[in-house]
């Protein structure tokens, strides 16, 4: 009687039940070390992009969470789905420690990705919008990067730990982090499985959300070339045609009165606000209005001292307009305000500086 051949290895199934409890069993005890890694990614991304005065909308991190590493260990290989994705999962999984840019504008990922390749060794860098392209599927668009510390960091001791570490670096903007969020349910279903018709929706609103990335990139590019216009009128001297906005405003000030390192950006933004409340449309007009005035004799009559240069420029404008600064301003109508001017004025007056009253011209 002819008897059966043995069972070989090939014939057995893989137990991924088991191969899920060893990988989380030893991941368990490293995951405290992922933690403290993804830490100090994010501090170096923090402060380099600090020091290269990057504006990002956020920085997150975090070490895989254990029922995350689990399931994806326990993954089928796309090639033969009786053997698991990833044999060994601790060394093969290479987001244990992870990292979420979030930019305001497309072209800052490039920029953050100068840093990133500056600061770290780069293993692996992909986009994954070529890949959602090549696959035909729709998705979030976003840059990721495979790093580890340099060796220059590794040779220091508080840095030692973490030799051949790998985390996982991804850089998107808002709107490509928003898509990200809004569609997390149906990211990974393929496309046979979505009704066509909303396949069709999604792919249609991708590429409005990439006409937008590209439509804020094409603004802040404009604005950014308005503002140095603006610069460069007011370093000219031309006047008439620059609109008042905050930052051509401490631009003027730091020309008319000497620059002030103490003034925030909110008080140029509120007192642009306040000068186009008051009928002022150009700086040729501001510049009318306050010509010979001496700012420091004014800051010191009103003050005793020589007031910061905001101070100043709301001191010259006052004697500049007289009543006029008074029933023109946003707190025009309140009793502190025209009582506390109306002071003001008064000691002008008996230090002998002469009260003009200034009105913007009507459009």
């Known amino acids: 009687m002819d008897t059966l051949p043995a069972p070989t290895a090939a014939d057995v199934p893989f137990d991924f039940k088991r191969h899920r409890s060893e990988a989380i069993e ?8 992922y933690k403290r890694y993804s830490d ?4 170096i991304l923090r402060e380099s992009l600090k020091k290269s005065q990057i504006k ?7 070490a895989k969470t254990i029922d995350s590493f689990g399931t994806k260990a326990s993954l089928p290989a796309s090639t033969n789905p009786n053997l698991p994705k990833y044999p060994d ?3 093969e999984i290479t987001d244990l420690a992870g990292i979420r840019i ?3 504008f497309p072209r800052a990922i490039d920029e953050v990705g100068e840093i990133i390749t500056s600061e770290f060794e780069i293993l692996e860098k992909s986009d994954k919008s070529d890949i959602l392209k090549e696959e035909e599927r729709f998705g979030y668009q976003s840059i990721h990067y495979l790093v580890k510390l340099k060796p220059n960091r590794i040779i220091l001791p508080e840095y030692a730990q973490y030799d051949n570490l790998v985390a996982e670096i991804q850089v998107r903007t808002i709107l490509q982090h928003a898509w990200d969020e809004i569609e997390h349910d149906i990211r990974y279903k393929s496309v046979e499985i979505i009704p066509t018709e909303i396949h069709r ?3 249609a609103l991708a590429g409005l959300i990439e006409i937008a990335d590209r439509e804020f990139q094409a603004i802040q590019d404009a604005d950014n070339d308005l503002t140095q216009n603006a610069r460069e009128s007011v370093e000219e001297g031309r006047l008439e045609n620059i609109e008042i906005t905050p930052d051509a405003l401490k631009a003027y000030l730091d020309k008319k009165l000497g620059s002030d390192g103490r003034v925030s950006d909110w008080s ?9 409340k008051m009928g002022f449309s150009n700086f040729s007009q501001i510049d009318d209005c306050i010509s010979g005035l001496d700012d420091d004799h004014i800051s010191r009559t009103v003050w005793g001292y020589r007031q910061g240069q905001i101070q100043r420029f709301d001191a010259i404008l006052l004697a500049a307009m007289g009543e006029n600064y008074i029933k023109l301003h946003p707190f025009a109508g309140q009793e502190w305000f025209t009582k506390g001017r109306t002071n003001r004025l008064a ?8 009260i003009r009253d200034y009105s913007p011209p009507k459009n």
């Open 201 to 203: 929706r999604f792919m």
């Open 268 to 276: 140029y933004d509120w007192q642009a606000k306040m000068l186009r």
């Open 89 to 91: 999962p601790i060394n």
């Open 40 to 43: 100090i990614i994010h501090a």
């Open 26 to 33: 030893v991941y368990h005890k490293l995951r405290p070390l």
């Open 102 to 104: 979030i930019t305001f």
């Open 56 to 62: 990002v909308a956020s920085i997150e991190n975090r």
């Open 347 to 354: 000691q002008l007056h008996d230090a002998g500086i002469k």
